[in-house]
């Protein structure tokens, strides 16, 4: 059988890739494909199943923001049982001993969060220079670990405060990776997806085609292709583009970089949380002497569970200690908070690893600091026939690094490349 020649081909299934697709499917005489390297699709949103089959998201979870996330208006999700997490209590711990004025502090954390300027960039920890520890630790959580996925000398302000706040907002009790991989039915019943299909090459030096080729040396071809790799993947050099990307692509993924943010997921008896009195997600800010400053997310969408989030150099020093060894500090860290009865069973640890999946290379982008305009700069397309899409490319300028932003742009590049773009840019 020939090798078929497809009008565009998308690389990547998770949130974008699967939006992309089902933008297409709208138009039948569109034929086209979606290449996958992983076993399953998603990406980036996974929901995995730990203890006695409590479903956790080891990626993204929140419809963050969701009075004014146009996600939140899928008219989809009512098929799904959703907890909404805002009116949340935070504890402050500091060397295991809780803060009589905890929610206080967090109170004058707000303003700390003050005086953010959207057009001059500085660093996090440049803000945060002159607030006294505590509040800078807070912040750590705050802009860092539990936001921006990097370290505050990492986090650029104008990145953070320029796309719609990481505040809570709507969950799925099920998990988010089930609700985004719910929406590929037609995708799969139609033949539209390739697993364990992970590019290598994008060739587009010739005007007629592109030719990829994947890993085991099977060549594919389509005129078009959307692209929605992470920005980690195409920096990380695991995608030769011939002719390499054009300087004004190369100089905006120079300018962004992944975060690292890690999940570290604890399934607990509800006897646990009963005891506790705690009947609702809640928040704790674990401060000790000496050590990173970690947050910690209880009863996520209701379940009885508590996630740890870590990010930057601490997520790198911990992954680099190896899962187990990385999930007992964690779990040693609780400890100084819950107690030592703090023992979930082996079967009821998981941990994510995005920093050193080779199909994410990080968890999600981060502008370096001064990098914002590279976001917008990437939506333009290579030689009118290459669209990078995904949550790192600002098709819709306040929604970039969310799920809705990596659908948004999936939607808008398929659009794109259709040659039928009634959207407009601005959402
Ligand atoms: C720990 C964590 C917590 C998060 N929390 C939230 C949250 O609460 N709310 C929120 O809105 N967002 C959150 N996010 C961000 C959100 O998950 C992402 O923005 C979104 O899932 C990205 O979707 P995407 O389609 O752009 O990329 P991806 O999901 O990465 O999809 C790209 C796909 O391409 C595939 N691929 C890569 N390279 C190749 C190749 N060469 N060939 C073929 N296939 C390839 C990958 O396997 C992947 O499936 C979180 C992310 C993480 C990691």
Known sequence: MDTPIYDIAILGCGASGIAAGNKLLNNPSCNFVIFEGASRIGGRTFTDKIGRDIPVDMGGSWIHSNEVNPMAQDPAISGFQTSLDKEFPIYVY?????????????????HAKEGISPITDISAAEHLAEEEPIITDIGDLYFGNAASGKSLHTTSMQDESSTEPFGFGLLFKDGMGNFITSKAGKLFSEGKIQLNT???EIDYSKRSVIKMQDIH????YAKKIIVTASIGVLKGGLIRFMPELPESHLSALDALEMGNMEKFVFALDESFFEKRGITKNTNYMIIDEGQPPLFAHLRTAGNPTITVFTGGDV?????SKGKFAAE???LERLKTVFGDGFTPSLNAVDSSNWTQNPL???????????????????????????HLAGEAIAHSPNWYVHIYGAIAS??????KALGTQSRSAKI
């Open 360 to 386: 994410t290379e990080g968890s999600y982008s981060g502008a370096k600091i001064g990098g914002h305009w590279a976001r917008k700069a990437l939506t333009a397309p290579v030689d009118q026939r290459i």
């Open 410 to 415: 999936g939607e808008i590049a398929a659009e």
């Open 315 to 319: 997520s790198k020093a911990l992954i």
């Open 328 to 330: 007992k500090i964690i």
């Open 198 to 200: 992970t590019i290598c």
């Open 94 to 110: 500091v060397n295991g001993k809780p803060l009589s004025s905890g929610d206080q502090i967090v109170k004058n954390f707000t």
């Open 217 to 220: 040396g099977n060549a594919h």
